[in-house]
């Protein structure tokens, strides 16, 4: 588990190492992933560091709203804001064994293809 002095995503939100930023508010922030699996695939942090989603509900759960809040904008902009546009999914891996691979809590804001269910 990545601590907040050697995490990738609390790096990026200091500007230490670069990402294509599509949205932020005062506490979150949206940009594109690295690896992308979709023809839309953001990620949507908060500003501070929490390992993961479950952590973040129990610590700061206004948090949590506004990273919701900010991944439906992301949506919203990029066309897939609901089922007559194509809709999309917000997931959030959660421990190793799900997926999870940096420990800094996002959401995958994920849509511009058919989606499968259930997941792989
Ligand atoms: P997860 O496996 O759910 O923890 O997702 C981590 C995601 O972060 C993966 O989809 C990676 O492609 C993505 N990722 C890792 N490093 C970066 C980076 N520097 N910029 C953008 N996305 C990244």
Do not use: Y
């Not at 500003?47 to 809040?69: F, M, N, S, Y």
């Not at 007559?84 to 293809?113: D, E, I, M, Y």
């Amino acid at each position: 588990m990545a601590d907040p002095e050697s995490c990738v995503f609390c790096k990026i939100v200091g500007g230490e190492i670069p990402a294509i930023v599509v949205a932020e508010s005062d506490r979150a922030l949206a940009f594109r992933d690295l690896n992308p699996q979709a023809p839309t695939h953001v990620l949507v942090i908060t500003r501070d560091h929490h390992t993961d989603v479950g952590a973040l509900a129990r610590a700061d759960p206004a948090a949590l709203a506004d990273l919701v809040a900010l991944a439906a904008r992301v949506a919203a902009d990029e066309g897939l804001a609901d089922a007559s546009a194509g809709g999309h999914r917000l997931v959030f891996n959660t421990g190793a064994g799900a997926g999870q691979s940096v420990f800094h809590v996002h959401g995958h804001v994920l849509g511009g293809r058919p989606m499968r269910w259930p997941p792989g």
